[in-house]
């Protein structure tokens, strides 16, 4: 009895009866469709979007926070974004909706509750207590700018000064301000006549939380009393304000002013300071005044029990110090030492031992924020060393070019990267903990190894252990170590093809069961690495260079609606075998007569010993050649196969495979020779220097984005290919354009291009295209990479497999599926033979079998599915230490190749996916037919897509340049999901996005922060689990001790009843058009937030402390009811015992 799927048969029908961007399945002639069905078990119930973590440092950091007693560190920055980070492994990462700029943080201190005030004069209080944060209450200024927001420690009133001058009150419980208004008019002396600017600094006396210190931006400064509502005192400075600080004990303050200067004031003397110092200003012989330095920006004065207060200050350097890193002063004491920073300060805090300011500070720690990094200094140790960071916020220490993600990973990847990375430290950290040790970690049951790797401007390579939500870096590997390094700009090399970052990595291939590591560089090289735990040292670095050349036969573009017939060379001739040079007797790069460069790589390869410690180390480089005056294109794609010892690299020249064990060229392809008909040619490596023969052609392309415009103008040379009789005809018009201009202009480069198909229009062939596809447009600005390019057609992706490049076939044979940039997907059968006695090295056989299929796009990823759907990755071999003994070696075979899959009769055992820039299809591969195929977008193009595993199947991942990301299901191609989610503002999120295994995916989101977003139902349900929480509770410290004579004498800290003060009985409502009252998000987890988060916790807590004072209240008066009861029963006691004492028992 035939097997009947109904699914297939409506998917069938509802293709047959809907637009061309819905899937679509086709039978083909000869191929029972009853044959063709794969079970699939992915639903669109599997799949949902959302953020799961944010790693690396805040992006353009505007403003700091620390909670003392929780040890929670948080950072706002100029787009609205909150980050908050505690123990290793703990961080958040919050939103303002608004995207202004964060102007200060304020924590209510082990509440779990956190104010921010932004550029858009909007403060929000938002809860901590929930695993992701939520805003509870918003207040809109509409009248005043806010410029600076103090909350004293344990009060609910916060003080928030404006840019008119004034100071408003706002209850944090129910964010409404209070109608007590401090006014700038009342607060300066009458007699002044000028505005005294912005309030700048607002704090309370430690002592007396009835006096408030308020700075002007002028350089006045205000002792207010609350209570009596005026001022008590008025400093007077010439210079401008930028901060205040007190001395625990209230009695002095310091400011630090625009001149660089500090003015320390004793409160009841206003008169004039007490100190003026000028901490970096030379001091003249004769008593005057110094010179004037840069502002000081802030200064914080803490003091300590056992010895001299520490004073931090930053800024305030002499003018003379021009180029001068900026600096971060600790005095201490007579000493002053003065810190450099790598990047501008934007803001600094001290921690101290104590959250009450009216006790001995005892700072331990200052973290300064800098506009690109995060330092910790210990100021317990000499000569103040920084602690070292448990936060991956070096993710942007050079520039990130490319990203790849590998979740479920083998699970021995981890520790022998960690093993070798752990050598790599530096030293003169300090020995002490990180004290920003705040909040626990997550309790999510997905332990899968995930490795996350980033290439770098610099050339370095990073890989980053990224399991259970957190980012750790493992290993650091230097790929620039293997050139040889221009010592200044007249040294820089003249063959350089890129004008900064000539090491920059441009695109890299992982094999984590291999362990073999590919890399490909801007200056068109390719470096592979072997994974070793042993040190070595190679004496000379094994070089190959390859002439990869423009073929000229280009595939021309077909009319709209017209059938797709590309250009199809003859078959190239066999070239003779030539052996391989030895890498280090390769002659020099010559120069013609006019000044072309030819033969010369555009960089230059170290010649001295390379010490290669335990890690990955160098195994081959493979230098890309200028040829003829024009420099090698850059590399577009790349792949390696372990199992049989090879790496492919394209470009827009064509393709080059190499062995990298016996360190030869095998194969070296045209674009347009891949075109050719399936005649096998049996190839012997050949000398990457092949001397330079004419061919026909013509390279007109603009491929990457450092080429100038009009680079690959000039003819260049290829390997010999035999033409039709026109050949001769066709060389003698290249040497003629050659003597007359190395540059073309594109009129001539078109002429070229037409005659040159012209000529090779007898050797035209059809492709064999299912329906629909007959009649499609190549696509030429889809891509990312296509903007602005020319015609010529370039190598995008690769996939080696063991398939069937036949129809005839019936044995699997390894494969080599090549994709390009305009839709074509072409197979070559490779055949790995040994050599013999005389022929110690093996040779490579090849067959281009033509075009497989056509796709609309540039083609992004290919892959390759059993009869099952399940995944047929490359073959690979076992890893082994290459520098381990040879009984080691023996026991890891080598070059095991995969079993090849037998073909079953009457059905297809293999289905090749092929994903575009617009479409997806996939193939029967034993008949070679289209069974299905699915339009992505047709208004948009896809920017990445790849093949992933999901609930133990297979699915294809795309994200749109449209912000789309979409999943479809394999072999069926069905929609599974499709959400907007991230328009496509910024190159570097193109560049970056990569999907992974198990519903993970990341992209940079900011030059600084990697993003990571889960598109998994099972992740998303699961999440609250895994994220980390940032409050725990924790008793607060008791406050300090007053002592005997300051309880008797009054002499401790005064403690003001604010809730009179400022509250509507006494204070009065405030004017409603000041400010707009906005609720926290109205969804049930903000109102569950708003709950038991701190508002609640507060009204909670004031509620039981009365009833508490009441309890206390009833039991002290019952207590004194049984003490009068007791003492009246006592004397009722006494009075009988007297009555009765001489009486005897007769007389009773």
Known sequence: MKKFNIRKVLDGLTAASSSSSSSSATAQPGTPRENDVVQETLQSEHFQLCKTVRHGFPYQPSSMAFDPVQKILAVGTQTGALRLFGRAGVECYCQHESGAAVIQLQFLINEG??????????????????????????LKFSRERITYCHLPFQSKWLYIGSERGNIHIVNVESFTLSGYVIMWNKAIELSTKTHPGPVVHISDNPMDEGKLLIGFECGVVVLWDLKSKKADYRYNYDEAIHSVAWHHEGKQFVCSHSDGSLTTWNIRAPAKPAQIITPHGKQPKDGKKPEPCKPILKVEYKTTRAGDPFMVLSGGLSYDTVGRRACLTVMHGKSTTVLEMDYPIVDFLTLCETPYPNDFQEPYAVVVLLEKDLVVIDLGQIGYPIFESPYPLSIH??????????????????????????????????????????????????????????????????????????????????????????????????????????????????????????????????????????????????????????????????????????????????????????????????????????????????????????????????????????????????????????????????LAVVDYVQKTLLLNLGTSELYSPSDPCQRQPRSPRKPRQPSGGFCDSNDGSNNSEDRCKSPTSGSTSPCNSDDERKQNFIEKVKLKSRRFSKTVANDFAKMSRKISSSGEQKLDLDGKDNAFTRSRSSSVTSIDRESREAISSFYFCESFPRKSDSLASPCLLVGTTQGSVMMVALGLQPGGDQKPQQTLSFASCGTLVQLKGGILTMALLDAAGTLLPPSCEAWYDPNASDEEKEKVRRRRPATPPSSQEGQDSQFAVLCSEKQAKVVAMTSQTIIYKHNITETSFVLRADVVQMAGTYCIACFCANGHIMSLSLPSLRPLLDINYLPLTDMRIARTFCFSNLGQALYLTSPTEIQRITYSQETCDNLQEMLSELFTPVETPEAPNRGFFKGLFGGGAQSLDREDLFGETTAGKASRSLAQHIPGPGSMEGMKGAASGVVGDLARARVALDERGQKLGELEERTAAMMASAESFSKHAHNMMVKYKDKKWYQL
């Open 113 to 138: 509750a956190l104010v921010s005030a932004l550029a858009d004069d909007s403060i929000h209080l938002w809860n901590l207590r929930q695993k992701i944060p939520a805003i509870l209450h918003s």
């Open 397 to 654: 220490e050079s520039p990130v070019t490319c990203c790849e993600y590998f979740a479920d990973c083998p699970s021995e990847l981890i520790p022998a990267l960690y093993s070798v990375g752990s050598r790599q430290k530096r030293q003169g950290y300090s020995k002490k903990e990180w004290p920003i040790s705040g909040g626990n970690w997550g309790q999510g049951t997905q332990t899968y190894p995930e490795i996350i790797i980033t290439g770098h401007a610099d050339g370095s390579i990073k890989f980053w252990d990224a399991s259970a939500l957190m980012l750790q870096v493992l290993y650091k590997l230097k790929t620039a170590k293997v050139f040889e390094r221009a010592r200044g700009k007249e040294e820089k090399p003249s063959t350089d093809i890129v004008d900064e970052d000539p090491f920059a990595i441009q695109t890299l291939f992982w094999c984590p069961e291999s362990r073999m590591l590919c890399v490909a560089g801007v200056s068109a090289h390719v470096i592979i690495y072997r994974f070793s735990k042993q040190e070595v040292t190679t004496e000379v670095v094994q070089l190959l260079e390859v002439r990869l050349q423009c073929e000229f036969s280009e595939v021309d573009s077909p009319d709209p609606g017209g059938e797709q017939t590309p250009t199809l060379p003859t078959p190239a001739a066999p070239s003779s075998p030539q052996e391989a040079e030895p890498p280090n007797q390769l002659t020099a790069g010559v120069n013609s007569s006019e000044g072309a460069r030819d033969n010369i790589p555009c960089l230059q390869v170290r010649s001295s010993p390379l010490k290669q410690s335990p890690g990955y180390q160098v195994e081959l480089v493979v230098q890309l050649v200028w040829v003829s005056g024009e420099p090698p294109q850059q590399i577009t794609s790349l792949a390696v196969n372990s199992s049989l010892g090879l790496v492919v690299f394209g470009n827009s020249n064509g």
